[in-house]
């Protein structure tokens, strides 16, 4: 049956969320039932783009992007797919009526991974839309269930709270990005002499994207709010951390929290998430 095989698809989608993402894996299980799988089913999809401008260098990245690109479409297109991810990821796209350009968007930002672009600020800008506001706005399109008002005026909050995911990322892996990837993204600076005013200066503009998405997420239906919060609380931890590291050691070290405080951080937000005390 049909019916089988999505729901062979969707374990994929889950799976693969839950191996590469703790944090993500825990807001998703907080959210309301009905809104757990397209949401596995968007992040297996970005994850999959992902890995392969990140990972795959034994083989040809861009025929591989070009490929899923084009499987992408086709299964939007036709409802179905052979790969579990994208029959997955189609379902929820079909179904919540993500835009396409949403969808175009993303992966023009991974194939930007490809070229070894210099960004300035113009091109920083058009990056983080494309991998991280849009994402956040696939999501959203789920959580407001086809409410377009509701839609439009979570935006702007939406696309700051994956800009804020996305920047912390950044400073995060910085060891790595500049190791393996060759890659660095804050336009103008230089990140392997990175100085602590630079660094203040980045972490600036990243709590003001945390601090309108926090407004936006005090408006979310009850379905999604925890859920999301929870996201929130555990990468404004990380984003902390960072901000009380030294900039030289953030050059030689992945900073991340431990599994063990991420679940202290859901008992202590699920209380102020009771007592209406979201902050």
Request: charged share 25%.
């Amino acid at each position: 049956m049909k019916s089988l095989f999505d729901e062979v698809a969707i374990k994929c989608s889950r799976l693969t969320t839950r191996s590469y993402s703790t944090s993500f894996s825990l807001g998703i299980q907080l959210l309301g039932k009905e809104l757990r799988d397209p949401v596995y089913a968007i992040y297996g999809f970005v994850r999959f783009a992902d890995e392969i401008v990140d990972t795959f260098h034994d083989y040809n990245k861009e025929e591989l992007l070009t490929k899923f690109k084009s499987d992408t479409y086709e299964a939007i297109e036709s409802g179905i797919s052979l790969n579990p991810i994208l029959n997955s990821f189609q379902h929820a796209v079909n179904r919540y009526n993500i835009d396409h350009d949403l969808i175009e968007t993303f992966l023009k930002s991974m194939e930007m991974d490809l070229l070894q672009v210099e960004y300035d600020q113009e091109r920083f800008e058009e990056y983080i839309l494309g991998s991280a506001e849009v994402v956040g706005l696939m999501c959203l399109k789920v959580f407001t269930g086809g409410d377009e008002e509701q839609y439009r005026q979570l935006q702007p909050y939406a696309m700051a709270l994956g800009s804020a995911f996305q920047k912390v990322n950044f400073l995060r892996d910085v060891k790595n990005d500049l190791e393996y990837l060759g890659r660095s993204y804050f336009p103008g600076v230089n990140l392997e002499s990175l100085d602590e005013q630079t660094k203040s200066e980045i972490e600036q503009d990243i709590e003001k994207d945390f601090n309108k998405a926090l407004i936006g997420i005090k408006k979310l239906p009850q379905t999604s709010q925890f859920g999301v919060y929870i996201a929130y609380v555990y990468y404004y931890a990380l984003f902390k951390k960072i901000q009380a590291t030294p900039s030289r050691s953030i050059l030689k070290q992945r900073i991340r929290i431990p599994n063990n405080k991420k679940y202290g951080m859901l008992v202590g937000s699920y209380l102020r998430y009771r007592l209406n005390l979201i902050r």
